[in-house]
């Protein structure tokens, strides 16, 4: 047990207690930040003569050994210490003697332990930003490989009208690219440093904070000292952006382990991506994808659990803050799993175009079409909807398709019908004739797809 507050205490903490109140186990991932903010907070001590320029360069020096040993192995970080902040101060007392006592002048470990986390969030954006790109890179891939690739569309899970596969992917794709944005404006807002203020009211030293907020890369010091040691709100709108990419994951990984089934077979599932199983030799199932929908459960619990962790705080700092860790990091090292997992498994999948395509012929998807049909002829949609509603009735009773009855048995139907119908109601010209902007036809679908490109490579 080793603590930085011991003076004012006559008798050393209960073990169970100091157990209990530490955090070095999990908030030893924060070594790097907490470095990398305490070399910032030393070079502006030096800076503003709060400190000596050869204590500042001994302290630098001693950090930039720290962090360099714990990396090739040998330091480690002992759980003798409290949290990370002890650990890295007491080390670098260790190492280089009195200097490393000033380390903590004018500083907290409350807007300490602020900027860290700030400056772990802002790494992991980034890490996870990069990682949703890659994902878009395989589904750009797919895309641009299957504009013509007919498959039916669903709405309640049953056939509605005809897509092709990048159409369908796409969809997913712009997802991707609301998670980035979402990203993006979350490292905006929450791009301010905490660093200088203190416990909870600033410091009577002259510290520059506008400096230290420059040299760690932010826009601009934060604007209350009180706030600054107590915000969370960037954890959080973190760990509702992860929830939110689990729950687009989630809902891709539903329809893949559907598209796998024996019943579908639109895709197959690499055998690197997949598992067997123990007693039915002729299984092949989609675990990876099955393990990316049920990790959603755990990251919006992050979500919900710092939520909640955060709704009865007063002002200022309170050490219920400490919760903010674990969760956040298990969400964060969730999310960056699933989607190195998925990407892998999205990027080695195998698309049946000869079943999808089939199953797009079945199921009456050129219904609207063959409605629009008699709209162009000059029929009022309304009753042009009824007319192809006895006319599917009429070809289930006879187990077919629009397009395999007769010129005759549809006249019977409406006379309005001709040999022009066949042509109107094909699968081709279904999508192709889909030009809006945002539909399938491969005319905007290709111009769909230099956008993405456009955006990939900005
Ligand atoms: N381990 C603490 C945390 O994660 C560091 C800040 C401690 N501050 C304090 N006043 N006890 O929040």
Redesign the pocket.
């Known amino acids: 047990m080793a603590q930085l507050w011991g003076g004012r205490f006559t008798k050393e903490t209960d073990r169970n207690v100091y157990l209990f109140n530490a955090?070095v186990d999990f908030?030893k991932r924060l070594y790097k930040q907490d470095i990398e903010g305490s070399i910032a907070h030393a070079t502006m001590l030096g800076k503003q003569g709060i400190i000596t320029e050869s204590e500042k360069d001994q302290i630098i020096k001693g950090l930039g050994n720290i962090k360099a040993m714990v990396e090739d192995g040998s330091l480690e970080i002992s759980d003798k210490y409290?949290?990370?902040?002890s650990f890295v101060e007491a080390t670098l007392t260790e190492m280089i003697g009195e200097a490393g006592k000033k380390l903590h002048t004018g500083r907290?470990?409350?807007d300490?332990?602020a900027l860290d986390?700030k400056l772990y969030v802002r790494d992991e954006i980034a890490e996870t930003d990069a990682l949703l790109k890659e994902l878009q890179e395989v589904l750009y891939r797919i895309m641009s490989e299957n504009l013509d690739t007919f498959m039916p569309g669903f709405t309640h899970m049953q056939k509605a009208q005809p897509v092709t596969l990048a159409h369908h992917i796409g969809a997913y794709f712009e997802m991707f690219i609301r998670d980035r944005s979402r990203l993006a404006d979350i490292k905006k807002r929450m791009n301010t440093c905490p660093l200088g203020s203190g416990?909870l009211a600033g410091t009577t030293y002259p510290l520059d904070r506008e400096y230290t907020a420059e040299l760690l890369g932010f826009d601009a010091p934060t604007g209350n000292s009180m706030d600054s040691v107590s915000d969370r709100d960037y954890v959080i709108e973190f760990l509702d952006a992860l929830s939110i990419i689990m729950m687009h994951l989630s809902r891709f990984s539903e329809e893949i382990i559907t598209w796998n089934s024996n019943e579908y077979r639109f895709v197959e599932i690499d055998d690197g991506f997949s598992t067997g199983s123990s007693i039915m030799p002729q299984k092949k199932n989609p675990d990876i994808a099955e393990l990316v929908r049920g990790k959603t459960g755990r990251v919006y619990g992050a979500l919900i659990g710092m939520l909640t962790v955060m709704k009865g705080i007063p002002l200022a700092?309170n050490?219920d803050?400490?919760e903010?860790?674990e969760g956040t990091f298990d969400a964060i090292d969730t999310v960056k799993e699933c989607l190195a997992m998925f990407t892998g498994m999205a990027d080695t999948m195998r698309f049946r175009k000869d079943v999808m395509e089939e199953s797009a012929k079945k199921g009456f998807t050129n219904a609207t079409d063959a409605a629009d049909y008699l709209v162009k002829k000059g029929m009022p949609f309304r009753d042009a909807h009824s007319v192809i509603g006895r006319l599917v009735l009429s070809c289930i009773e006879k187990g077919k398709s629009i397009d395999e009855m007769e010129l005759a048995e549809l006249k019977d139907i409406c006379p309005m019908f001709d040999e022009d119908i066949y042509e109107a109601v094909s699968l081709e010209t279904c999508v192709e004739r889909r030009l809006t902007i945002g539909a399938p036809g491969q005319a905007v679908m290709e111009k769909t797809l230099t956008a993405y490109r456009t955006y990939l490579d900005a």
């Open positions: 955090s908030d409290e949290d990370i902040h907290s470990r409350n300490q332990v986390m416990a700092y050490k803050i400490q903010d860790k």
